[in-house]
């Protein structure tokens, strides 16, 4: 069974190609935070391996081993613990050192199962080093291995990598199937259901753990609040916030990216109330606050700092200096007629 939500083309496209066994060699599933990219990875070792045929069953014990991170033959490659690097303590790189080790049990036959998988998590972690090494493999792959790399964006892999795999793009998954799915197999009440998977936008992966982990939630909740806070704030707050969301980039990339995405719903939401069409807004429970936000700003404001948004998110996919295009960013915010920022003159 593949247990991935939404992403039936993705799943149709493996399938077949299982089907009339033409897999390809390696493959590079793109798509954002929790849609699905790891599950889909896992789903395909668990088929290749399954002792039932060439659907993942979940039942048998290779399936049930993949699932539980145990098959000697399934292994994901990634960030190692760094304890002096980063938020979650994981280091900038996937090192080198981790490419040839792969290589190496590449080299082995299957130890318990019929292929050798191998899926990098967060690939566009791979250093320079580390991708030339890898893309030795990718050129002369051995019998029985696939290699699955899994990223939020290939901008920032080499063209060489990307040629070399079959690339497979994971949308976000739609609201109703990720409610449905929510309250079916994780037994969500029906309205937190509704409201996660708006939340969430399209990352399956995000609403299921915020179902479980009320902290996420809370977390959301105060990156809202320093967005509205900023409305108000100060030229030096707002260069103070640039600073220190800046130094998360640097530890932590994905987190900056993920606030300036719910800063970008935030305000496509208040464009949606300016414009009366309140029903498909994805802040459900917010409507009085976006409301008095849509009231404070002109549709060319809103409209503008929605697109200053989307330009700093690609500048910094980019590897644009993250301080820089952060304070460009806090310029660009909207203030309130009588609370409108004075610049210092100099």
Known sequence: MWNVIGQDRAVELLRHSLEIDRLAHAYLFVGQPHVGKKTLALNLAQALNCEQGREPCGGCRACIRIAEGKHADVQIIGRISDSNSG????????????????????????????????????????????????????????????????????????????????????????????????????????????????????????????SID?????????????????????????????????????????????????????????????????????????ELALSQQSESYSLAEIRNFIEAIRVSLAQLERNANPRLVLEVLMLSIPTKDEERIKLPIV
Do not use: M
């Open 87 to 210: 938020e979650a303590g994981l280091k900038k790189d996937i090192s080198i050192a981790q490419i040839k080790e792969l290589q190496q049990a590449a080299g082995l036959q299957p130890y318990e199962g019929k292929h050798r998988v191998f899926i990098i998590d967060g690939a566009e972690y791979l250093n320079e080093e580390s991708a030339n090494c890898l893309l030795k493999t990718l050129e002369e792959p051995p019998a029985g291995v696939l290699i699955i790399l899994l990223t939020t964006s290939d901008v920032r892999l080499p063209l060489t990598v990307i040629s070399r795999c079959q690339r497979i793009e994971l949308l976000p998954a739609p609201a109703h199937a990720i409610e449905q799915a929510l309250v079916e197999h994780w037994h969500v009440e029906p309205d937190k259901a509704r409201a996660l998977s708006r939340f969430c936008r399209g990352g399956i992966g995000w609403a299921v753990s915020a």
């Open 214 to 286: 009320e902290s996420l939630l809370e977390e959301r909740s105060l990156h809202l609040a320093e967005l509205q806070g900023l409305a108000t704030a100060s030229l030096e707050q707002r260069f103070d916030f640039a600073a220190s969301l800046a130094a998360k980039f640097g530890k932590s990339r994905d987190s900056v990216v993920e606030i300036l995405g719910l800063w970008l719903e935030w305000w496509r939401d208040i464009l949606l109330v300016k414009n009366g069409c309140q029903q498909f807004i994805t802040n459900v429970g917010q």
